[in-house]
């Protein structure tokens, strides 16, 4: 039995008008999987330019260890989406031309996430079609919690050499 399918995926036009929100307090609406399941609709958008978000987030009992802390191997999938969003951060409104893929992404703890915390991620390099993204997990009176880098690029349009 063969596995692979020869369907196309939709159109990165038609999956981000699917989560799209026109609320500028929101980063993204229901509709994305993952963030979906991290409840991102239900973030707020506290500080936004070109290359930089800062977001209010709440920790989902999804997401919680035993303990009630954030699981950490889901600090990355946080980061994962942020650094993609940050990427688009002050078009957020426009509809991407390109999917931006991370490539990769490294991530240092501090202390433990166990209620509501800040997400402040910003572009921190950008050459071509690269960027170069620190995502950073604050908790009250920004206390550093966790620290991501990460590498997102710009995938090339289907009929580009």
Request: proline share 6%.
């Amino acid at each position: 039995m063969n596995c692979v399918t020869s369907k196309r995926p939709p159109s990165l036009e038609t999956l981000t008008r699917k989560w799209h929100t026109d609320d500028p307090e929101r980063m993204i609406g229901r509709g994305h999987p993952v963030g979906d399941f991290l409840e991102a609709n239900e973030w707020k958008v506290i500080g936004e330019r070109v290359g930089f978000l800062r977001l209010a987030c709440h920790l989902p009992e999804q997401v919680r260890n035993p303990r009630g802390d954030l699981f950490g191997g889901f600090t990355p999938t946080y980061a994962d989406l942020v650094a993609v969003f940050t990427g688009r951060a002050g078009h957020r409104q426009e509809i991407p031309r390109n999917w931006l893929s991370t490539a990769s992404l490294r991530v240092d703890y501090f202390a433990p996430i166990n209620g509501d915390f800040f997400i402040e991620s910003e572009v921190l390099h950008r050459t071509g079609r690269t960027q170069h993204v620190q995502i950073r997990f604050l908790g009250e009176r920004d206390r550093l919690l966790a620290i991501c880098q990460a590498t997102i690029i710009e995938q090339k349009d289907e009929g580009e050499a």
